[in-house]
């Protein structure tokens, strides 16, 4: 069955510059505003894409600058769906690295814990990866109802 129109979307890219997480933070959240998210989910929302942004620029092109492509989409029922790809180094063992403190980093300080905060933020949490190919993170949060106007 085909797929209803999205209530609305957004695509946009931008160089793996560090300074583009805080971008894509607010872009994140500015889209999901036309939804009168609460301030939690908001936060929630901005967090999670964050740590997915932050792991294109420090994991998938670490030594290098690439472009990554945030893709957000709201559909009617206010699920808000969030998808960060890279063109990076991918990731060779997905289930491994969603493990809490599973990092291949810890020489600066990385906890591990990135994928572990997306799914607590989030009500799903798919990763797609191949190395040398790059990986898409898949999220989804279905936003609260309105509150009542008194
Ligand atoms: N976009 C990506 N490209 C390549 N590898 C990735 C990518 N995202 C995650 N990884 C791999 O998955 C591991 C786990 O990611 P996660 O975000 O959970 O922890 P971390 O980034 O190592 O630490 P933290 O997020 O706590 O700073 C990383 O150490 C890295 O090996
Ligand atoms: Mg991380």
């Keep these: 069955m085909a797929k209803a129109p999205a209530f609305n979307q957004l695509r946009c890219s931008f160089p793996s510059n560090s300074v583009n997480e805080a971008l894509a933070r607010s872009i994140a959240a500015s889209f999901t505003a036309q939804m009168n998210p609460t301030c939690e989910e908001v936060s929630d929302i901005k967090c999670a894409v964050s740590e997915a942004v932050t792991n294109a620029i420090v994991h998938g092109y670490r030594d290098s600058i690439g472009e990554i492509v945030l893709s957000l989409r709201l559909d009617q029922d206010r699920t808000l769906t969030a998808e960060i790809r890279d063109r990076g180094c991918g990731i060779a ?57 008194k």
């Design 93 to 149: 063992n997905v289930e491994e690295a969603m493990r809490p403190l599973f990092t291949t980093d810890p020489e600066h300080e990385r906890s591990g814990m990135g994928f572990t905060i997306i799914e607590n933020f989030m009500d799903s949490l798919r990763v797609v990866s191949s190395p040398g190919k790059g990986t898409r993170v898949i999220m989804k949060k279905k936003l609260s109802m309105l509150p009542i106007q």
